[in-house]
């Protein structure tokens, strides 16, 4: 906690006795639950390369959609060479490199993908105004709705769901927006 433990002290104290006593607390602990973490996040390179980097943000001006520069391209779906080559600008959730927009002037730039232990373009901000990305997302958004866009969910968690009988269906049905019930 640095030297923040002495001003929040009273607080974790607080939220350390209602996780005891009751089990969960009144406030969101997600950013201080371990059990976020995942085994990859547990290497030595990784943690050595972040732990420079994070320090010098506890005083530094954070900009909305932060993205650390170490610690990067853990892990990447298989068609990341061809969204690189697209012109992805990648963020990173949970050690993966997921585009968060594309931009036209790296479309068809063949970079040796092969080379991942180093970042190519990664997303920023670096303003609170109208990011710099606003338009290219705006005429990705505009395309999509005009003829068809493609979605990588390969990093999203994926759930088996199974019933002996037709239950799975049937909620599925209920909850989706288009018709579930069909061949796989």
């Given at each position: 906690?640095?030297?923040?433990?002495?001003?929040?002290?009273?607080?974790?104290?607080?939220?350390?006795?209602?996780?005891?006593?009751?089990?969960?607390?009144?406030?969101?602990?997600?950013?201080?639950?371990?059990?976020?973490?995942?085994?990859?996040?547990?290497?030595?390179?990784?943690l050595r390369d972040r732990v420079k980097e994070v320090p010098g943000l506890?005083?530094?001006?954070?900009?909305?959609?932060?993205?650390?520069?170490?610690?990067?391209?853990?892990?990447?779906?298989?068609?990341?060479?061809?969204?690189?080559?697209?012109?992805?600008?990648?963020?990173?959730?949970?050690?993966?490199?997921?585009?968060?927009?594309?931009?036209?002037?790296?479309?068809?730039?063949?970079?040796?993908?092969?080379v991942w232990s180093m970042p190519y373009r990664m997303a920023y901000t670096?303003?609170?105004?109208?990011?710099?990305?606003?338009?290219?997302?705006?005429?990705?958004?505009?395309?999509?709705?005009?003829?068809?866009?493609?979605?990588?969910?390969?990093?999203?968690?994926?759930i088996d769901l199974w019933s002996k009988g037709n239950e799975i269906v049937?909620?599925?049905?209920?909850?989706?927006?288009?018709?579930?019930?069909?061949?796989?």
């Open positions: 906690m640095k030297t923040v433990g002495i001003a929040a002290a009273g607080g974790v104290g607080k939220a350390t006795a209602k996780i005891i006593v009751n089990g969960d607390t009144d406030f969101d602990m997600y950013e201080l639950e371990v059990s976020r973490f995942l085994g990859l996040h547990n290497n030595r390179k990784f506890h005083y530094g001006l954070i900009y909305p959609f932060h993205e650390f520069q170490t610690g990067r391209n853990l892990r990447m779906s298989p068609v990341y060479p061809k969204l690189l080559e697209a012109g992805a600008v990648f963020g990173q959730v949970m050690g993966y490199e997921r585009p968060t927009w594309f931009d036209p002037a790296h479309i068809g730039i063949n970079q040796d993908a092969q670096n303003t609170f105004g109208k990011p710099p990305w606003f338009d290219f997302v705006a005429k990705e958004y505009q395309a999509c709705q005009e003829s068809v866009g493609i979605s990588d969910y390969s990093s999203f968690t994926k049937d909620a599925l049905q209920f909850v989706c927006s288009n018709d579930v019930d069909v061949p796989v």
